[in-house]
């Protein structure tokens, strides 16, 4: 539509406006109207209201990808609840912690994660729960939920997210803001704007959720999209193959994935990758875990310049890259949005030149804090500027580069190496397909170097390879950033958005180095 962004825009709206568009065209569950997921979201504000969740308080979410996560997600937004999507990775005890901390009044459950339950029995929490599917003595959300109108609710307010970092470094931490002003229709009608900067554009989809729902970035997205229109095709887990069939299937315009699935899609067998006709694809957002430069460019080599991608974290986004300024600029994470100032400290808070490695920085004169947790708030921030703890530089016109987390720094023999470096090496190598670079104990360097490969499918992993592995860095690397020892490994430990569990190889590795 020519003149689409004059229209009003966000989910009430549309939901208003155009009650038969389409918000879901494919689910484990099935499509959905506007009105018809409108219908059920006031539907849920009932229920939770008279559970006895108020404002402010809590709803939180243990679901696989579908519906009804969709549907929470919308009602806390129309009434001032706060959206608490969990990670269904984590264990028993790592939820039940979550959920105790956060405060949470009511908890939504798939049948699928009841294991969980003993332990939240454990906390003494007045917790109220409904499930999606059978689980013995928790009322089932689809026949409870019926007892309550699909009217629109009374005092609406608009609500927001509240979420828990992966605990890749630490402890999850929680992350909440204060509630949006006005009502939520005017809400979601700024919501749009999200998606607008990054090209979505308006009832031009639909949007392809191929990466876990609780995360906080698919959650950003696919909210996104629907306040511009954009019907959703979600997958209820990512398999490679059939992402491509369901780009052509739905001609797809839009789409959020991290790294690890961009190296699953350039594994499949080339005859299976030009089988499919992408090319409908128009804006392929990532972010959560650092992309190689080589991976990133062989997507944009498929798919074309229609690869996005976003700098930042739950506390805060920072920088886009547009798809024509990282071809220009390879590497980069982009310049900062609108609103926000990127800057380069050195460890005694002093702004750094351009070109100047130090540790990265973000004001967006909104701030936020770790709830319940004023120490690990203040550690982050410098006067109104924030840290998610990660190290690069800015060019000389603005552009953002990472080097590598903080915490993941080695140091050997008294200089900085940045893992993400030698990690972005050894991926270029054919017979690696995935690798996780960490510093280990080392009594006459302080650290040294170790990789932890997974060898490519068909590829004999063991001394010879480990031999090659080293010798190719070598062609490519200063010595002293060059791996000294080479582990294989089956898998890696990584999070649904790709990132590394370096803290538990390190962690893993510092023990057996003790006890040797």
């Known amino acids: 539509m020519s003149d689409a962004w004059n229209q009003r825009l966000g989910f009430w709206w549309i939901a208003e406006d155009h009650p038969q568009s389409p918000a879901v065209v494919a689910s484990p569950e099935g499509p959905r109207t506007y009105s018809e997921l409108a219908d059920g979201a006031h539907q849920l504000v009932h229920l939770f209201r008279a559970s006895g969740a108020k404002a402010g308080d809590p709803v939180a979410a243990l679901l696989p990808n579908g519906l009804t996560m969709v549907e929470v997600s919308l009602a806390c937004q129309e009434s001032g609840l706060l959206f608490l999507p969990l990670n269904n990775h984590l264990t028993a005890i790592e939820l039940a912690a979550i959920i105790e901390h956060s405060g949470t009044r009511v908890l939504v459950i798939g049948a699928a994660f009841a294991n969980a339950l003993a332990e939240l029995d454990a906390t003494g929490l007045e917790l109220t729960i409904f499930s999606v599917g059978p689980i013995e003595g928790i009322a089932e959300l689809a026949t409870i939920r019926s007892q309550y109108p699909t009217s629109?609710?009374?005092?609406?307010?608009?609500?927001?997210?509240?979420?828990?970092?992966?605990g890749t470094t630490g402890k999850p931490k929680g992350i909440r803001r204060a509630l949006p002003k006005g009502s939520p229709e005017e809400a979601a009608n700024e919501g749009?704007?999200?998606?607008?900067?990054?090209?979505?554009?308006?009832?031009?989809?639909?949007?392809?959720?191929?990466?876990?729902?609780?995360?906080?970035?698919?959650?950003a997205y696919f909210i996104g999209a629907l306040h511009v229109g954009h019907a959703l095709v979600i997958m209820e887990r990512f398999d490679a193959e059939e992402s491509l069939r369901l780009i052509e299937r739905h001609k797809v315009r839009s789409a959020y994935m991290v790294p690890?699935?961009?190296?699953?899609?350039?594994?499949?067998?080339?005859?299976?990758?030009?089988?499919?006709d992408v090319s409908s694809l128009h804006s392929v957002v990532h972010s959560a875990a650092p992309c190689p430069r080589e991976v990133k460019q062989k997507m944009m080599d498929w798919w074309g310049p229609v690869v996005w991608e976003t700098y930042g974290g739950m506390e805060g986004p920072a920088t886009i890259a547009k798809p024509h300024r990282w071809l220009e600029k390879p590497g980069t994470v982009g310049r900062a949005i609108r609103g926000v100032r990127v800057s380069i400290l050195d460890d005694d808070g002093h702004e750094l030149e351009a070109g100047k490695v130090g540790n990265i920085y973000i004001e967006n004169g909104v701030g936020f804090a770790y709830h319940n947790d004023s120490a690990e708030t203040e550690k982050a921030h410098n006067g109104?500027?924030?840290t998610i703890g990660d190290i690069g530089h800015l060019d000389a016109d603005g552009y953002l580069f990472i080097s590598d987390r903080a915490k993941d720094m080695i140091i050997t023999g008294g200089t900085n190496v940045y893992p993400m470096e030698i990690e972005a090496?050894?991926?270029?190598?054919?017979?690696?397909a995935d690798v996780a670079v960490i510093g280990i104990p080392d009594a006459d360097w302080g650290e040294s170097v170790k990789a932890i490969v997974l060898a490519a499918p068909g590829v004999e992993a063991g001394d010879a390879l480990a031999a090659e592995l080293i010798a190719f860095c070598k062609t490519k690397l200063a010595s002293y950033k060059c791996p000294r020892s080479v582990d294989f490994r089956l898998q890696l430990p990584r999070t649904e958005a790709g990132k590394l569990y370096k803290r538990q190889l390190r962690d893993e590795y510092a023990t057996m180095t003790n006890s040797a």
Do not use: C, W
């Not at 900067?197 to 031009?204: I, S, V």
């Open 425 to 432: 090496v050894l991926t270029g190598h054919p017979a690696v």
């Open 192 to 219: 749009a704007l999200f998606g607008r900067a990054f090209d979505f554009r308006p009832f031009d989809g639909p949007m392809l959720i191929s990466t876990g729902m609780f995360h906080g970035g698919s959650h």
């Open 260 to 276: 690890t699935q961009f190296s699953r899609l350039l594994r499949l067998a080339p005859e299976i990758r030009t089988k499919y």
């Open 152 to 166: 629109i609710p009374e005092e609406r307010i608009p609500g927001g997210l509240f979420v828990y970092t992966s």
């Open 384 to 386: 109104n500027r924030f």
